[in-house]
């Protein structure tokens, strides 16, 4: 089945630096892929929409310039988390499906970002 | 995107089956029905997708009502390994479309 690959799968960095999350369809190409944030017990909240070879939809209150997204080929799409703060702490999301046969998305593992 | 309600939490006792009922009142013709497991720390898992009457696959079984405002999701003899978050989610097929999460139910599968 369709395989989505995320990494790292976990990381901590200083107020300030640069995180980058990867996201890899393993077994099929992604035209489009998605990113998600989750709070703790909370429900998952729709980022971004990256599409290959174009720019990133951010959904609204989404800051462009903090969360910056390279979807530069079919089966990768990274999210990088600029000047992160400690409110930008969040488990991290991505999701994928193959185009010729949907039948559900496939998420990655997620990544747990901890900015101190 | 049609709006989900769901039950916010639910127990359950191993061996039983579990019910799981989601409202989608304004479901659109085009619209199909989606159920995802997510375990904590972990992205969600696609359980079960249907657009009416039934469906079943091998971990869950998916009811859906004539009318298609809401929709069950039966999990046959549960385990502890069940406890989760269930999301239910309404909206066109297609790998480019967007999912919009709602606020999942959380089962509890006690011993």
């Known amino acids: 089945g369709a395989v989505v690959s995320q990494h790292p799968s976990w990381v901590i960095c200083k107020s300030g630096t640069s995180v980058k999350i990867e996201c890899r369809s393993l077994?099929?190409?992604?035209?489009?892929m998605f990113w998600y944030r989750q709070f703790p017990k909370q429900s998952l909240m729709l980022m971004a929409t990256?599409?290959?070879?174009?720019?990133?939809?951010?959904e609204q209150g989404v800051e462009k310039d903090k969360f910056l997204i390279n979807h530069a080929s079919l089966t990768l799409s990274t999210l990088t988390v600029t000047s992160a703060h400690p409110e930008d702490s969040s488990f991290y999301i991505c999701?994928?499906?193959?185009?010729?046969?949907?039948?559900?998305?496939?998420f990655g593992s997620g990544t747990r970002l901890t900015v101190v | 995107l049609a709006k989900t309600t769901q039950p916010i939490s639910m127990d359950s006792y191993e061996g039983q089956e579990v019910n799981i009922t989601c409202s989608h009142n304004?479901?659109?013709?085009?619209?199909?029905i989606t159920w995802y497991q997510q375990f904590p720390s972990q992205g969600p898992r696609f359980i079960i997708q249907?657009?009416?009457t039934k469906v079943t696959n091998e971990v869950a079984s998916l009811f859906i009502p004539a009318d298609r405002k809401s929709s069950t999701l039966s999990l046959p003899r549960v385990s502890l390994s069940d406890t989760a978050v269930y999301y239910c989610?309404?909206?066109?097929?297609?790998?480019?479309?967007?999912?919009?999460f709602g606020s999942g139910t959380q089962l509890t599968v006690l011993p």
């Open positions: 999701s994928a499906s193959p185009q010729e046969t949907f039948y559900g998305y496939t």
């Open positions: 989610l309404v909206g066109e097929s297609g790998s480019a479309r967007q999912l919009t």
């Open positions: 304004n479901i659109a013709t085009n619209d199909y």
């Open positions: 249907g657009y009416k």
């Open positions: 077994d099929f190409q992604a035209t489009t």
């Open positions: 990256s599409n290959e070879g174009s720019k990133a939809t951010y």
